[in-house]
C-alpha cells in the first residue's frame, strides 16, 4: 500500500494557554505530543503547517454572532460586569474565563477547517489537528471545556465536496455536541463510542438515532466502565464496518478523545495505546479522506504518547517503545516507553451487553437508505493553494525559542492528574545515555490555506495558512518551532 499524503496542522502557541489552577484540561499537552514526535522524527514524513486563526465570520457558520461576540470581548479582568452573559452562555466553572480565550478558539478551529480544506482540494489524505476535536460546544454555548465546536466547522466545510460525511467519535465521553448539530440530516452520520449512566454529558442513549431525514443517522454505543482493547474491538470494527456498507460516506472525520485510554484522570476505560490506535488504523484502511482529531485527555503523558504514536500510524511508520530524549522527558517516568499497560480493573461490559447493543445498531443500520443521494449541484469553491507553494519547501528561517516559552508552573507540571509526585524528578541523565532529539446539516463556507513542508531540524518548519480564499490572499509565513 502507498504512502498516505499527511498534512499536520499545530500553532506553537497552543501549549501557552492556560485553563486555570487545578483545571483538568491543559493544552500544554498539545505541545508535548508535537515535541515527542519531532524527536521521533515522525516530522520527516508529512507536511507540517501552521494553521490561520479562524475568523469571526468562520466561527459563525455555525455558532450565533451573540456567542461569538461574547468569546471575543470577555476577559478575566472583566468578568464580573458580564456574569449575566456568563451564565447565558455557561461560561465560567467547567469552561472557565482564561487570558487568551477567543485566540485558543481561533486556533483550534482554524486547525480542523485548513484540514478540511486540505481535503477538498485533494491535497492530502489525511490531516491531523491534536488541538480540535472540543466535541461538547454547542451552537450557543459552552460545554465541557469546549468553546467553539472545531467538528461542526470542518465537517460543514467538507460538505462543500463530500455528499456523505461520516463522524466517528472513541473518546469516552458522547460527542453530544455534533450529534446535536446534524441530528436531523442525513448527509452527516454520527457514530460515538462512550461512557454512559450518571456521566457527563449524560446523552448518548442507545435508543438515541436521529430524527426526521436524519432518524437512524445517530448511531451511540453506551459502554460501561473497564472496557479492555479485546472488548473495544469486537465492537468498533463490526460497527464501522456495516456502517461503511451502508452509508458508504464520502470522508471521515475521527475524534481520538484520549480520556478513554487506561489511568486517565477523568476516565474509566481500560485501553491500552494499541487498542486505542487499531481504530486510528482500521478507519484509515478504508482510503476514505480523513481527518484526525484530539479531544478529551488529562493524563497528560499518555495524551502526548497516544497522539504520537496515532499519528506514525498515519504516516506509517514504526516507533520504538524506548522514548526519545525531548524537552519533557521527565514526565514519562519512571519507565521512560511508548506505551502503557492496562490496569487490574473489572470490565463490566459483558459479551452478552455487547453483542445485544451491536445487534440493535446494525438493525437500525439496516434502515438506512443505501448510500443515500443528495441532489447534484456544482461544488463551492474552496481556494487553490497552488500558486503559494514554495520552490524549495526546506527554506526555512529557524525560530527555535517559540516552543520553548513557558507557561506558568502549574501547566508544565502533571499536577493532580498523574499519580504519585506532581512531577517525576528522578534524573533522566545519569541513567540514560538518551541521544539528542531529531532535528509538532448545509455546507457552511470555510477557510482556505496555503501550503509548506517539513523541516529539517528537531525544531520544524511550518506554513502559515491564511485567512479565508474569501478574504485578500495573504502570503505565506514560515516558522520554525
Given at each position: ?365 439496516r434502515h438506512v437508505e443505501h448510500a443515500p443521494g443528495v441532489q447534484m449541484q456544482a461544488l463551492v469553491e474552496t481556494g ?42 528522578q534524573s533522566h541523565r545519569e541513567p540514560f545515555d538518551a541521544p539528542a532529539g531529531a532535528g509538532e446539516a448545509a455546507a ?22 491564511p485567512a479565508p480564499a474569501q478574504e485578500a490572499a495573504e502570503g505565506e509565513e514560515a516558522m520554525q518551532e
Amino acid at each position: 500500500m502507498s504512502k498516505k499524503r499527511v498534512a499536520y496542522y499545530y500553532d506553537s502557541e497552543v501549549g501557552n494557554y492556560y485553563y486555570g489552577p487545578g483545571h483538568p484540561m491543559k493544552p500544554h499537552r498539545i505541545r508535548m505530543t508535537h515535541n515527542l514526535l519531532l524527536n521521533y522524527g515522525v516530522y520527516q514524513h508529512m507536511e507540517i503547517y501552521r494553521p490561520h486563526k479562524a475568523t469571526f465570520e468562520e466561527m459563525t457558520k455555525y455558532h450565533s454572532d451573540d456567542y461569538i461576540k461574547f468569546l471575543k470581548s470577555i476577559r478575566p479582568d472583566n468578568v464580573n460586569e458580564n456574569a449575566k452573559a456568563m451564565q447565558r452562555f455557561n461560561v465560567g466553572e467547567d469552561c472557565p474565563v482564561f487570558d487568551g480565550l477567543y485566540e485558543f478558539c481561533q486556533i483550534s478551529s482554524g486547525g480542523s477547517t485548513a484540514g478540511a480544506v486540505k481535503l477538498n482540494l485533494n491535497q492530502a489524505d489525511i490531516c491531523i489537528n491534536w488541538a480540535g476535536g472540543l466535541h461538547h460546544a454547542k451552537k450557543n454555548e459552552a460545554s465541557g471545556f469546549c468553546y467553539t465546536n472545531d467538528i461542526v466547522l470542518a465537517i460543514l466545510e467538507l460538505l462543500k465536496r463530500y455528499q456523505r460525511v461520516l463522524y466517528i467519535d472513541i473518546d469516552i465521553h458522547h460527542g453530544d455536541g455534533v450529534e446535536e448539530a446534524f441530528y436531523c440530516t442525513n448527509r452527516v452520520m454520527t457514530v460515538s463510542f462512550h461512557k454512559y449512566g450518571e456521566y457527563f454529558p449524560g446523552t448518548g442513549d442507545l435508543k438515541d438515532i436521529g430524527a426526521n431525514a436524519g432518524k437512524y443517522y445517530s448511531v451511540n454505543f453506551p459502554l460501561r466502565d473497564g472496557i479492555n482493547d479485546e472488548s473495544y474491538e469486537s465492537i468498533f470494527k463490526p460497527v464501522i464496518q456495516h456502517v461503511m456498507n451502508w452509508y458508504n460516506p464520502s470522508a471521515i472525520v475521527l475524534q481520538c478523545g484520549a480520556d478513554s485510554l487506561a489511568g486517565d484522570r477523568l476516565g474509566c476505560f481500560n485501553l491500552s495505546l494499541k487498542g486505542h490506535a487499531s481504530c486510528v488504523e482500521f478507519v484509515k484502511s478504508f482510503g476514505r479522506p480523513l481527518l484526525l482529531l484530539g479531544g478529551g485527555g488529562y493524563t497528560i503523558r499518555n495524551v502526548a504518547r497516544c497522539w504520537t504514536y496515532e499519528t506514525a500510524i498515519a504516516v506509517g511508520v514504526d516507533l520504538g517503545d524506548d522514548l526519545p530524549y525531548n524537552d519533557y522527558f521527565e514526565y514519562f517516568g519512571p519507565d521512560f516507553r511508548l506505551h502503557i499497560a492496562p490496569n487490574n480493573m473489572d470490565n463490566q461490559n459483558t459479551p452478552e451487553y455487547l453483542r445485544k447493543c451491536t445487534e440493535n445498531i446494525i438493525e437500525n443500520l439496516r434502515h438506512v437508505e443505501h448510500a443515500p443521494g443528495v441532489q447534484m449541484q456544482a461544488l463551492v469553491e474552496t481556494g487553490d493553494l497552488s500558486d503559494a507553494e514554495e520552490d524549495n519547501p526546506d527554506d526555512r528561517l529557524p525560530q527555535r525559542e517559540t516552543d520553548r516559552k513557558i507557561a506558568c508552573e502549574e501547566e508544565l507540571s502533571d499536577s493532580d492528574d498523574e499519580t504519585g509526585d506532581r512531577r517525576n524528578e528522578q534524573s533522566h541523565r545519569e541513567p540514560f545515555d538518551a541521544p539528542a532529539g531529531a532535528g509538532e446539516a448545509a455546507a457552511g463556507e470555510g477557510a482556505a490555506e496555503s501550503d509548506g513542508t517539513a523541516s529539517d531540524d528537531a525544531q520544524e518548519p511550518a506554513a502559515e495558512e491564511p485567512a479565508p480564499a474569501q478574504e485578500a490572499a495573504e502570503g505565506e509565513e514560515a516558522m520554525q518551532e
